[in-house]
């Protein structure tokens, strides 16, 4: 079945640094890629919606300039979290949809634990 | 807008016993899609059903057993003879037409031995 890669799967940063998160698919293409961020005992909120060659798409209240998603091949979206402050610190979460199965059908990452010092 | 209710945060069980976890959608589109996910400790989501909204028929997978209800915007999950390792935060999710999931807040359940 459908696989999706996210590395790392937990960093550990200084306050200050950029960290750049990647997910993968890996036997498929995705046109488009979702990042979630969960935070601890919370439900899963949508971040942004990452289009392959075209600007993410995000949601009400989430800060582009501080949350980069870059989409530029049918299986890599990367999210970088610039100059990473302890709030930051939280499960993020991607999900693909291969672009030739059907609606809804989405294979989600394993997720990356982030923790800013 | 779309809005999935999990009305249950924490149910605890003991080993065995059958548990219901609720789920409780509201969304204007016709055509959505529902899920179930499971969370262990681990962190990863594991998919384990997606139902459409056309389609209400029951499912059962093992121990594990569905019932849609359209007429209550109710699509709730139900483990016959819980095990330990059913232990997870389970959540259910909304799509539409965009792809993107809308997800309850989740459900803990914690079966003891």
């Known amino acids: 079945g459908a696989v999706v890669s996210q590395h790392p799967s937990w960093v550990i940063c200084k306050s200050g640094t950029s960290v750049k998160i990647e997910c993968r698919s890996l036997?498929?293409?995705?046109?488009?890629m979702f990042w979630y961020r969960q935070f601890p005992k919370q439900s899963l909120m949508l971040m942004a919606t990452?289009?392959?060659?075209?600007?993410?798409?995000?949601e009400q209240g989430v800060e582009k300039d501080k949350f980069l998603i870059n989409h530029a091949s049918l299986t890599l979206s990367t999210l970088t979290v610039t100059s990473a402050h302890p709030e930051d610190s939280s499960f993020y979460i991607c999900?693909?949809?291969?672009?030739?199965?059907?609606?809804?059908?989405?294979?989600f990452g394993a997720g990356s634990r982030l923790t800013v010092l | 807008a779309q809005k999935v209710t999990q009305a249950q945060t924490e149910i605890s069980v003991v080993e065995k016993e059958d548990v219901t976890l609720d789920c409780v959608y509201e969304?204007?589109?016709?055509?959505?899609?529902l899920f179930w996910y499971k969370q262990p400790p681990s962190g990863e989501l594991v998919f384990l059903i997606r139902?459409?909204?056309?389609?209400?028929q029951n499912e059962i997978s093992g121990r594990y057993s569905w019932n849609f209800q359209k007429s209550t915007s109710s699509f709730n999950f139900t483990i016959t003879a819980s095990q330990v390792v059913d232990s997870a935060v389970y959540f259910c999710?909304?799509?539409?037409?965009?792809?993107?999931?809308?997800f309850g807040g989740g459900t803990r359940l914690m079966v003891k031995p």
């Open positions: 999900s693909a949809r291969e672009s030739a199965a059907g609606a809804n059908v989405l294979t």
């Open positions: 036997d498929f293409q995705a046109t488009t």
């Open positions: 990452s289009n392959e060659g075209s600007k993410a798409t995000y």
């Open positions: 969304t204007r589109d016709t055509t959505y899609y």
């Open positions: 139902r459409n909204s056309f389609d209400e």
């Open positions: 999710a909304l799509g539409g037409a965009g792809n993107m999931l809308t």
